[in-house]
């Protein structure tokens, strides 16, 4: 059974306050309930992130349905500005993202230290149950704001991954992240001390001239392989790696089952790596537009097929040739999360 999804060009994209009443989007919004509006609000020094006026306009539609949307994100297990509330919501001020000029609150939803959480009985392959961060959980509603990027672990970061990993506890991405462990090419170490700087683990040590990695207690969050400028570490594709896709997909389900939603892909400043590394990179590919609906299996289906149609090829196959970026859409299908057949409605 096909889903619809909705596309606005990026040239266009002045019209999406118009456009996104057209979606849907607002179906699932009620009077007097809490709506959480999931976005990354970019680390200190990222310039990919999703720019708050595109966001207001959706907060001003919910606020005229009498609805209370506030603006969250989870914390970090990775050593940089968002790894708890206190720095996280200074850097969401430093990006735009505040009340007076969203017109609505911030929370971090899982608390000042990322431990504010809720265990949701799911009982499906990986996990019996999963930590959701606390006040996505209670929020009555959810519209995900995802910018659609390359990743390191899952060739592309879309709505499944902001849903599933962004809305998990800092235990809930342990959890997730804890079986993949990156390969190390000592050869092309130069000790410059960059991946320690990032290792929230302290599983990497300078032994003399050469990076040391401890597997023991390494966690697996992927942030050394993004800080090294030698391309020391690489995820190995292997069980283990598939696994974290489909961890991200059980989360995914955790977070949404019975619970109302809508996601937005934004499909601009598409770069290899995701917002949570301080990257000024430019994007790889032309700006393509915006990708809308209730289902985000078909979301990100549609998102990566028309990025792939811009390309020419496969381009997250292109950035990532070791990872198989189709296990997250399908093993989110096999779970009832969505379809990956989807019909594209266009303006």
């Excluded at 381009?315 to 296990?327: A, G, S, Y």
Aim: charged share 20%; aromatic share 10%; hydrophobic share 40%.
């Amino acid at each position: 059974m096909s889903s619809k999804v909705y596309f606005l060009p990026w040239k266009d994209r002045a019209q999406f306050p118009q456009w996104i009443r057209t979606t849907g989007a607002y179906d699932r919004v009620t009077a007097h309930e809490f709506v959480a509006l999931k976005i990354h609000f970019g680390e200190e020094g990222n310039v990919g992130y999703i720019r708050p006026e595109m966001i207001k306009p959706v907060i001003a539609d919910i606020k005229e349905k009498s609805a209370w949307p506030f603006l969250t994100d989870a914390n970090t297990i990775y050593v940089g500005q968002r790894a708890d509330a206190y720095h996280h919501l200074i850097v969401a001020e430093s990006h735009g993202f505040t009340l007076s000029n969203c017109g609505c609150p911030i929370i971090i939803a899982d608390g000042l230290r990322g431990n504010s959480s809720v265990g949701v009985p799911v009982n499906l392959k990986h996990f019996k149950t999963v930590n959701i961060a606390n006040a996505v959980h209670y929020a009555d509603s959810l519209i995900c704001f995802n910018h659609f990027k390359g990743h390191e672990i899952s060739g592309f970061g879309g709505a499944l991954k902001n849903i599933g990993m962004g809305c998990g506890s800092r235990a809930g991405k342990y959890a997730m992240h804890d079986t993949l462990k990156p390969k190390v090419n000592l050869d092309a170490c130069i000790a410059c001390g960059q991946c320690l700087k990032w290792c929230s683990a302290g599983a990497l040590k300078l032994a003399g001239k050469k990076i040391s990695l401890d597997a023991a207690v390494c966690v697996g969050c992927g942030e050394c392989i993004l800080s090294c400028p030698q391309k020391v570490f690489h995820i190995p594709w292997d069980a283990s790696a598939s696994a974290v896709q489909e961890k991200i997909a059980e989360y995914a389900y955790g977070v949404i089952n019975k619970k109302p939603h809508f996601s937005i892909n934004f499909l601009n400043h598409i770069t290899q790596f995701c917002d949570c590394y301080p990257s000024q990179a430019g994007p790889l590919i032309e700006d393509i537009g915006i990708i809308a609906g209730a289902d985000p299996v078909a979301v990100d289906q549609a998102s990566a097929d028309m990025v792939n149609k811009k390309f020419g090829g496969d381009f997250w196959r292109n950035l990532f040739p070791e990872i198989d970026w189709t296990v997250q859409l399908d093993y989110a299908e096999k779970l009832g999360i969505g379809s990956r057949t989807y019909e594209l409605v266009e303006p």
